[in-house]
């Protein structure tokens, strides 16, 4: 089983970029795909990006399109979800995950429930 523990976040200014980070624990991480979910107040949990697991692959919801990016180094056993443009709309608690099974490939990954390993979350607001 994977542990993962999340760093960063926080507050910023419409416009402005943030980086959260995702360290693993396991043997298995380099064998899985990496999950990026968020949740805002009153809203349900929601796919943000994925990675594959050996990095090369990446998918993301059209509303991140073009200002976020997710990234992972297998040798640190990191992750990472670097967010650019930042607007209001994008404040929530955003999750790391990681996929139960290994090499899977991404188009079944948009569903918080394929993933068995999450981080504790981070909060990022973006203030107007």
């Known amino acids: 089983q994977v542990q993962l523990v999340q760093s960063g976040g926080g507050l910023v200014q419409v416009g402005g970029s943030l980086r959260v980070s995702c360290a693993a624990s396991?043997?298995?991480?380099?064998?899985?795909?990496m999950g990026w979910f968020r949740q805002a107040p009153d809203k349900e949990r929601e796919f943000v990006a994925v990675?594959?697991?050996?990095?090369?692959?990446?998918s993301y919801a059209d509303f991140v399109k073009g200002r976020f990016t997710v990234s992972r180094d297998n040798a640190k056993n990191m992750g990472y979800l670097q967010m650019d443009s930042l607007k209001p709309d994008d404040t929530a608690v955003y999750y790391c995950a990681v996929d139960r099974y290994p090499f899977r490939p991404l188009l079944q990954l948009t569903r918080d429930a394929e993933f068995g390993s999450w981080g504790q979350g981070t909060q990022v607001t973006v203030s107007s």
């Open positions: 396991g043997r298995t991480f380099s064998t899985k795909a």
């Open positions: 990675i594959n697991w050996s990095g090369d692959s990446r």
